[in-house]
C-alpha cells in the first residue's frame, strides 16, 4: 500500500482558508486520494476523494498535483467546528477490491477564534 | 438516519473475560470493516468483510474473530482479553470498494 506524509499539526484562524498538503510520491496509477477528518470522540467521516482531477464538495475542495505526487484539501473558510484530525489516505481500486482505508496519524488542525 | 450503529459505548473488561461488540448498518452495504484506535495514532483494519459470509483478516487480527452471517450485521469477538486491546473500535460499511465508507460512534473498551 503506498504511503502519505502530511504535517503532524496546523494552526488555522477562524473564517480564513486552510490548506492542508499530503505527499504521496509512491502513489500509482490504480490509487485513489480520500480524505477524511476525525472529530474530536467521534468516528472517521468522509470529505473528498479524487484521481487526477481538482474537485469540489460542499465540505472542501481537492487540489491535485498533474503528476499526482502531492494533493492539498482545501477548507474555504475554517469555523471552530472544522478542528479535526485530517487523514490523506490512497486508496488502491485497481488490484484489490476490498476498499481498505491504511490510515497514516494524520494532520491535527487546531481553528483559533 | 440510524446508518452505523455500534454497541456498547463504553466497556470494561477483566483480564481473560470475553465479548461480543455489535456493528449493525441499515444501508443495505456490502462491505463492512472493523478498525481499532489506539490513544494518539491513526485506525488500524482489524478484519474486513466483503459480503455476508466472506470475511478476510486486515492489519492486526490477532485476539479477534469476525462472523458475517447477514448483510446488516457485523459483530467482532474478543475471546480472552488482554490489556493490550484497550483501544477505541470502530465498525465502518461501504456500499462497494470504492465508495465512502460511513463509521459509527465507536467502542470504548477498556481491560483491566
Known amino acids: 500500500d503506498a504511503k502519505t506524509t502530511q504535517p503532524n499539526s496546523m494552526e488555522s484562524n477562524e473564517e480564513e482558508p486552510v490548506h492542508l498538503p499530503c505527499n504521496h510520491s509512491?502513489?500509482?496509477?490504480?490509487?485513489?486520494i480520500h480524505w477524511y477528518r476525525q472529530l474530536p470522540s467521534q468516528g472517521p467521516e468522509y470529505v473528498i476523494h479524487?484521481?487526477?482531477s481538482n474537485v469540489n464538495n460542499r465540505m472542501a475542495s481537492l487540489a491535485i498535483a498533474e503528476d499526482r505526487k502531492s494533493s492539498t484539501l482545501i477548507l474555504h473558510r475554517a469555523t471552530l467546528r472544522d478542528a479535526a484530525v485530517y487523514y490523506c489516505?490512497?486508496?488502491?481500486?485497481?488490484?484489490?477490491?476490498?476498499?481498505?482505508?491504511?490510515f497514516g496519524q494524520g494532520t491535527t488542525l487546531q481553528v483559533k477564534p | 438516519n440510524a446508518g452505523v450503529t455500534q454497541t456498547p459505548k463504553f466497556r470494561i473488561l477483566k483480564i481473560g473475560q470475553s465479548m461480543t461488540l455489535q456493528c449493525t448498518q441499515d444501508?443495505?452495504?456490502?462491505?463492512m470493516y472493523w478498525y481499532r484506535q489506539d490513544p494518539g495514532m491513526g485506525l488500524k483494519l482489524i478484519y474486513y468483510?466483503?459480503?455476508?459470509?466472506?470475511?478476510d483478516k486486515g492489519e492486526v487480527p490477532n485476539g479477534y474473530n469476525v462472523s458475517r452471517s447477514t448483510t446488516e450485521d457485523f459483530p467482532l469477538r474478543l475471546e480472552l482479553a488482554a490489556p493490550s486491546q484497550t483501544s477505541v473500535y470502530f465498525c465502518?460499511?461501504?456500499?462497494?470498494?470504492?465508495?465512502?465508507?460511513?463509521f459509527g460512534d465507536g467502542t470504548r473498551l477498556s481491560i483491566l
Open positions: 444501508m443495505n452495504h456490502n462491505y
Open positions: 489516505i490512497l486508496r488502491d481500486t485497481g488490484s484489490s477490491n476490498t476498499g481498505k482505508l491504511i
Open positions: 509512491t502513489i500509482s496509477g490504480t490509487d485513489y
Open positions: 468483510s466483503v459480503g455476508a459470509g466472506i470475511t
Open positions: 465502518a460499511s461501504s456500499y462497494s470498494y470504492s465508495k465512502p465508507q460511513h
Open positions: 479524487g484521481l487526477t
